[in-house]
């Protein structure tokens, strides 16, 4: 199942769009998958409460490219473009990435630096398969993680989010 971005409808995974608004399947983002995105392949939900966990289990699978999104469709979305919040593995090591791809992510990249630097942290700004991103790589992930989606997007800490994962999979 997928929740459609702009009427929240529950879609099954074989229709690419809403029966009810004729809105279009929620994509994913990532620098590493070539074009930068698609539908995920198998359903998955996390909650930001839960991205200890999933960095975690990202982190076991210990391969570089290995990455997990999570997407969202804030509520004050006028277009239903997706928010989508990285976590990756590069050079054996997990990170935090702000990718700057979708309209969404971009238009909110001074929020999330400012938040970032309120809270102690600072992005590096890189450039990877001709896509740029903000990374972060250290302790403060996963509540840099956490507080974007509480403070900047105001979704509640234990709300389910969809979570598209590449090379491992998600154990709840
Ligand atoms: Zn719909």
Redesign the pocket.
Known sequence: MWT??????Q?EDQFD???????EAPQFQSIFSKPFGGRPKKSEEASAAEIPKVIKQLKQSAQAGNFVVFMFVPSDSKDGEAVNLQYSIDSGVVGFDWLLIGPRNIADRAKVIDLASKLGFSLEEREENGCRFLRMTGSGISELGARIIQDVYHIRRNRKLDLMTQGFEWQP
Do not use: D, L
Request: hydrophobic content about 20%; overall charge positive; aromatic content about 8%.
């Open positions: 459609c971005p702009k009427c929240s409808e879609i769009s809403c029966w009810k608004c004729a809105g």
